[in-house]
């Protein structure tokens, strides 16, 4: 056959190649080796076939390395998928190289685990051999990544089909009481490790809530119980997959009931938590304040107290959903009187969500509340620079203009920065902001005194604003002289 074939040419040309007094190099045995991988994909080479190349190789005088055993191991992974390999031809390899003095990196565990999803599929491996394989990496002190996680999933769903274990009426291949306390803990720090790396690779698009279920589900399983911090960890998936735009509002619900389900009680963390997910999705449109009513009255409902972090974030979704008219001046203002009732100190974070939002709503009474919890509650050591651009926002907002007081505020914005004029894109937001023309000709004469030039964008946002549309062509001039010179 063809791929036997091909394994066999590999070997011939070795032959030949020791025939003729040309020494082999490491590079010639480990193409060899990636030959015999190949066949064995195609179900036409053997593990012997790839043991045989570390044969040679030592017979040569050449010490493998790390890149032929993790090749042996792919071999492996081909022979698996014919269903002619068993897990201890995955382990003897690792345990071959450590033998060796060759230490197996990451990629030598996540072919080894492979090599497991693919000996389950027909019905050779379960998921304790996987579990053998993770025990060696965190020896090797090397954390598993997606690419291990989604290897994992593959035994699972193996050992399900050929051994029973998703469905509620199916045997179990592991019983709790077949564990001991020992072990039980060490799977159970196992799976909070593949949470964490969950809820890290949901911020990139990699890990879906979908995915943290799956672990929860195979937990049940081995008769495992999950814990607060665990479902905290999905929620953070929750978090992070949204911030993707994946999953939905309901996904926290979900995993809400499942905790209740399993009698276990939702911390601080969880709301808070629960508050995060409802920010992100309102940041896209696809939440609401009434969501994050919701939770904040779930929380008081179980005798939780809200924190700072909680009640901050109960702003940012305000924040966000202000954009999209979905706040009034009422909701805000019922947060801050949470705050004061629970004696939680504003932050600077508090006093540019209020004054952002005075913006949006063009509230002058939200203004003068956020100028009022900068005056009373932060000490000038905590007043940063974003809490008065978002006050210069919201004066240059609210109608009408107060010109002491939008005055006020960048004065205050440069003594922030320690003298150094506003960015050009804070002054861009203001302009945005204005709500009428005297706020646009002030902000447009503030830029002037602190010598920052527009760029395109600028010049004609700032012409619509001024409602003066001979300034864009005098504005556009004097850039492309720039441009010239």
Request: with cysteine; net charge positive.
């Amino acid at each position: 056959s063809l791929g036997k074939a091909t394994a066999e040419r590999g070997y011939a040309v070795l032959d030949e190649m020791e025939a003729a007094g040309v020494q082999p190099t490491a590079g010639t045995y480990s193409a060899l080796m990636a030959v015999v991988a190949g066949a064995a994909r195609q179900g036409k080479a053997s593990i012997r076939e790839g043991e045989q190349v570390i044969v040679r190789m030592l017979k040569a005088g050449l010490q493998p390395d790390v890149v032929i055993y993790d090749a042996l191991l792919a071999v492996c992974v081909g022979v698996a998928q014919s269903g002619k390999a068993l897990p201890e031809d995955g382990l003897r390899v690792i345990s071959e190289m450590r033998a060796s003095g060759v230490k197996p990196d990451a990629i030598s565990f996540n072919t080894a685990l492979e090599m497991m999803a693919a000996a389950a599929q027909s019905g050779h491996a379960i998921t304790r051999d996987a579990d053998r394989v993770l025990d060696m990496m965190a020896d090797a002190a090397i954390a598993p990544d997606m690419t291990s996680f989604r290897a994992l999933t593959k035994v699972w769903e193996g050992t399900a089909q050929h051994h029973g274990g998703w469905g509620d009426d199916h045997a179990q291949v592991f019983i709790a009481a077949s564990l001991s306390p020992a072990a039980k803990a060490k799977a159970s720090a196992r799976y909070g490790t593949l949470l964490a790396l969950l809820a890290r690779a949901a911020w990139d698009g990699k890990a879906t809530v979908e995915d943290a279920r799956l672990l929860l589900r195979q937990m049940r399983v081995e008769g495992l119980p999950a814990t607060v911090a665990m479902f905290n960890l999905c929620l953070e998936v929750a978090v992070g997959a949204a911030s993707r735009r994946k999953g939905s509002k309901s996904e926290g619900d979900a995993l809400l009931e499942d905790m209740r389900r399993m009698a276990l009680s939702p911390d601080e963390r969880t709301y808070t938590l629960l508050l995060n997910h409802i920010a992100v999705l309102a940041r896209q449109g696809r939440a609401t304040p009434h969501d994050a009513q919701r939770v904040a009255t779930m929380m008081r409902n179980s005798g939780i107290a809200p924190t700072s972090a909680s009640v901050e974030t109960h702003l940012d979704v305000l924040d966000s959903a202000a954009s999209f008219g979905q706040v009034t001046p009422e909701g805000v203002t019922a947060v801050l009187d949470s705050m004061r009732t629970h004696d939680i100190p504003p932050s600077a974070r508090t006093v540019a969500r209020v004054a952002r939002v005075a913006a949006q709503l063009r509230a002058p009474e939200l203004l003068s509340t956020a100028e009022k919890l900068l005056s009373k509650h932060l000490p000038r050591a905590a007043r940063s620079p974003d809490c008065f651009a978002a006050l210069l926002c919201a004066s240059v907002a609210c109608t009408p203009f107060d010109l002491r007081r939008a005055r006020g505020h960048i004065e205050s914005l440069r003594a922030a920065k320690h003298d150094h004029p506003p960015a050009l894109s804070t002054y861009k937001r203001a302009m945005l902001a204005a709500g009428s023309r005297d706020a646009a000709l002030f902000l447009r004469g503030e830029m002037q005194a602190d010598r920052i030039a527009p760029d395109v964008a600028m010049a004609d946002l700032t012409a619509r604003r001024c409602r003066n549309p001979g300034l864009l062509e005098a504005v556009g001039g004097a850039l492309f002289a720039q441009l010239r010179a």
